[in-house]
């Protein structure tokens, strides 16, 4: 029993999306989204901020729960952590919105996008138009598709409505059969989870064994279960451009205290090695 609720997560998830989705809409309908401020003002770039040279590529996410380690941080400040984050030397940010699985709101990005010039990405689980518009009109830069989730047609779709309105799009994969069906022209950045959104099982072999089968026009991000600074400069070595942590900086009680000394230690490494990292 056990085995097969967790089998069936990301299923719950979308389902539960899409009726958020109809009552959401009905509520708020797309025309006022289209009124905020957030909706004319220029997207931040996450291309070009995971490539600066004086940044270290990753993006810190903040994750106050998740469904498979339940209550991460449940206090934590989105202004403290995320301006900690940048300062730290993160490319850009990963807020969840979800609140029903992850415990966040569309408040925690707007709050970000007030306190940080930087790119930011809308962590949700993204089945309709009506979530990227919402996403422009909280201040997002950048939305993520998951593969796992959606079949190629309607996500082709969603990544060049995105880029209609400016965005940016990372698509999510976690094995070769979904990168090879998804992979179309309206994507910017191709993201590895090493999570299983099915099974929950977290290993960085998916991550090296998915690399080289990525195209070079796509940006490379490995996502979820890092906790090492090597880890970062294994998986940089192996071609990944990007890095999506979350957990290892949230379980802390000092999120972007932890960020630091990672990034830190990270950009020691890369010193040793002789690829330096400017401040
Ligand atoms: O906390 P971690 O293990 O560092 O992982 C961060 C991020 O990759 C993870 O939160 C994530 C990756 N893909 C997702 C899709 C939906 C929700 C969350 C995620």
Same mark, same amino acid.
């Given at each position: 029993?056990?085995?097969?609720?967790?089998?069936?997560?990301?299923?719950? $998830?979308?389902?539960?999306?899409?009726?958020?989705?109809?009552?959401?809409?009905?509520?708020?309908?797309?025309?006022?989204?289209?009124?905020?401020?957030?909706?004319?003002?220029?997207?931040?770039?996450?291309?070009?901020?995971?490539?600066?040279?004086?940044?270290?590529?990753?993006?810190?996410?903040?994750?106050? /729960?998740?469904?498979?380690?339940?209550?991460?941080?449940?206090?934590?400040? =989105?202004?403290?952590?995320? $301006?900690?984050?940048?300062?730290?030397?993160?490319?850009?940010?990963?807020?969840?919105?979800?609140?029903?699985?992850?415990?966040?709101?569309?408040?925690?990005?707007?709050?970000?996008?007030?306190?940080?010039?930087?790119?930011?990405?809308?962590?949700?689980?993204?089945?309709?138009?009506?979530?990227?518009?919402?996403?422009?009109?909280?201040?997002?830069?950048?939305?993520?598709?998951?593969?796992?989730?959606?079949?190629?047609?309607?996500?082709?779709?969603?990544?060049?409505?995105?880029?209609?309105?400016?965005?940016?799009?990372?698509?999510?994969?976690?094995?070769?059969?979904?990168?090879?069906?998804?992979?179309?022209?309206?994507?910017?950045? =191709?993201? =590895?989870?090493?999570?299983?959104?099915?099974?929950?099982?977290?290993?960085?072999?998916?991550?090296?064994?998915?690399?080289?089968?990525?195209?070079?026009?796509?940006?490379?991000?490995?996502?979820?279960?890092?906790?090492?600074?090597?880890?970062?400069?294994?998986?940089?070595?192996?071609?990944?451009?990007?890095?999506?942590?979350?957990?290892?900086?949230?379980?802390?009680?000092?999120?972007?205290? =932890?960020?630091?000394?990672?990034?830190?230690?990270?950009?020691?490494?890369? /010193?040793?090695?002789?690829?330096?990292?400017?401040?």
């Amino acid at each position: 029993m056990l085995n097969k609720n967790l089998m069936n997560i990301l299923e719950k $998830i979308i389902a539960y999306k899409k009726t958020e989705v109809a009552e959401k809409s009905s509520l708020v309908p797309t025309k006022l989204l289209e009124k905020s401020i957030y909706f004319d003002s220029q997207v931040v770039s996450m291309k070009k901020y995971i490539k600066r040279p004086d940044k270290t590529g990753i993006i810190a996410e903040f994750k106050r /729960k998740s469904p498979s380690k339940g209550d991460i941080n449940t206090n934590a400040s =989105v202004e403290t952590v995320t $301006i900690g984050y940048m300062q730290a030397g993160a490319s850009a940010l990963s807020i969840l919105t979800d609140k029903e699985f992850f415990g966040g709101k569309n408040e925690d990005l707007s709050l970000a996008r007030k306190f940080n010039f930087c790119p930011i990405l809308r962590k949700d689980f993204i089945v309709d138009e009506y979530q990227i518009i919402e996403a422009k009109s909280i201040g997002a830069d950048c939305i993520l598709l998951i593969a796992a989730a959606l079949e190629p047609k309607r996500l082709k779709e969603l990544a060049a409505f995105a880029h209609g309105l400016g965005l940016e799009v990372l698509m999510e994969v976690h094995d070769s059969k979904e990168l090879d069906k998804s992979l179309n022209e309206h994507l910017d950045l =191709v993201g =590895v989870n090493n999570r299983s959104l099915k099974s929950f099982e977290v290993s960085l072999d998916t991550s090296f064994g998915l690399v080289e089968r990525i195209p070079s026009e796509f940006l490379k991000i490995s996502e979820s279960g890092i906790s090492h600074p090597g880890t970062l400069y294994e998986l940089r070595k192996a071609g990944f451009d990007g890095f999506l942590i979350g957990e290892n900086f949230m379980k802390s009680s000092r999120p972007h205290q =932890v960020a630091l000394n990672f990034m830190n230690a990270y950009r020691k490494i890369l /010193k040793e090695v002789g690829l330096v990292q400017e401040k």
